[in-house]
């Protein structure tokens, strides 16, 4: 049985050192007792530097209300799903991040720690900022084109603009 429970626990720590994503343990306070290479490398502190600390010393100044309400929620036994948030690294460059956050429980269901693993999204939501401005400016572009302008999707008319619809005295494109 010690066998199976050491090589449970060689995997579980393979898992956790070659994840793409930063992995971090903390305790119910908040305190960081796990950092893996992938926080490194996202974060920028070593493990000797994070290992520790306050899980706020990746919390901007401005997010620190909300870091300590997650903290509080997950060491109270409630689980986090894909939190969209902002964190900083040690340079203090803030990124935006999606972390899962869950508790850990002993054997008598005390919570005795915290779990997150961290994906940086930073790139994901600059492309959907670009995406949104490039449709406004095409809505913008359309909404004051002078001639009538219709996009037609499978033989149904999904968008018209407004000279469009004042040509046929329409006040959307399912009235043409």
Same mark, same amino acid.
């Given at each position: 049985k010690r066998?199976?429970v050491e090589?449970a626990n060689?995997r579980?720590?393979? /898992? @956790?050192? *070659?994840?793409?994503?930063a992995i971090v343990?903390?305790?119910p306070e908040?305190i /960081?007792?796990d950092?893996?290479p992938?926080? &490194?490398?996202?974060y920028?502190?070593t493990?000797?530097e994070? /290992?520790?600390?306050?899980i706020?010393?990746?919390s901007p100044?401005q997010?620190?209300g &909300? !870091?300590?309400?997650?903290?509080?929620?997950?060491?109270?036994?409630q689980? =986090?799903?894909? #939190?969209?948030t902002r964190r900083?690294? $040690?340079?203090?460059?803030? =990124?935006?991040?999606? #972390?899962? =956050?869950s508790p850990?429980e002993?054997?008598?269901?005390?919570?005795?720690g915290?779990?997150?693993?961290?994906?940086?999204?930073t790139?994901?939501?600059k492309?959907? $900022?670009a995406?949104?401005a !490039? &449709?406004?400016r095409y $809505?913008l572009?359309?909404?004051l084109m %002078?001639d009538?302008l219709m @996009? @037609?999707?499978?033989g149904? /008319?999904v *968008?018209?603009n407004?000279?469009l619809? $004042?040509i *046929?005295?329409?006040a959307s %494109?399912?009235?043409m």
């Amino acid at each position: 049985k010690r066998r199976a429970v050491e090589r449970a626990n060689q995997r579980l720590k393979a /898992i @956790v050192e *070659f994840s793409a994503d930063a992995i971090v343990a903390a305790t119910p306070e908040g305190i /960081i007792t796990d950092w893996n290479p992938a926080a &490194e490398a996202m974060y920028g502190y070593t493990s000797s530097e994070a /290992i520790g600390q306050s899980i706020m010393i990746i919390s901007p100044e401005q997010l620190l209300g &909300e !870091s300590n309400d997650v903290t509080a929620s997950v060491a109270g036994g409630q689980y =986090i799903k894909l #939190m969209q948030t902002r964190r900083q690294r $040690k340079d203090g460059t803030v =990124i935006d991040v999606a #972390m899962t =956050i869950s508790p850990f429980e002993d054997h008598a269901g005390n919570v005795v720690g915290l779990s997150s693993v961290h994906m940086d999204i930073t790139n994901q939501t600059k492309a959907t $900022k670009a995406l949104r401005a !490039s &449709e406004e400016r095409y $809505k913008l572009l359309a909404d004051l084109m %002078p001639d009538g302008l219709m @996009v @037609v999707c499978d033989g149904k /008319i999904v *968008f018209a603009n407004p000279c469009l619809l $004042k040509i *046929f005295g329409a006040a959307s %494109p399912s009235d043409m």
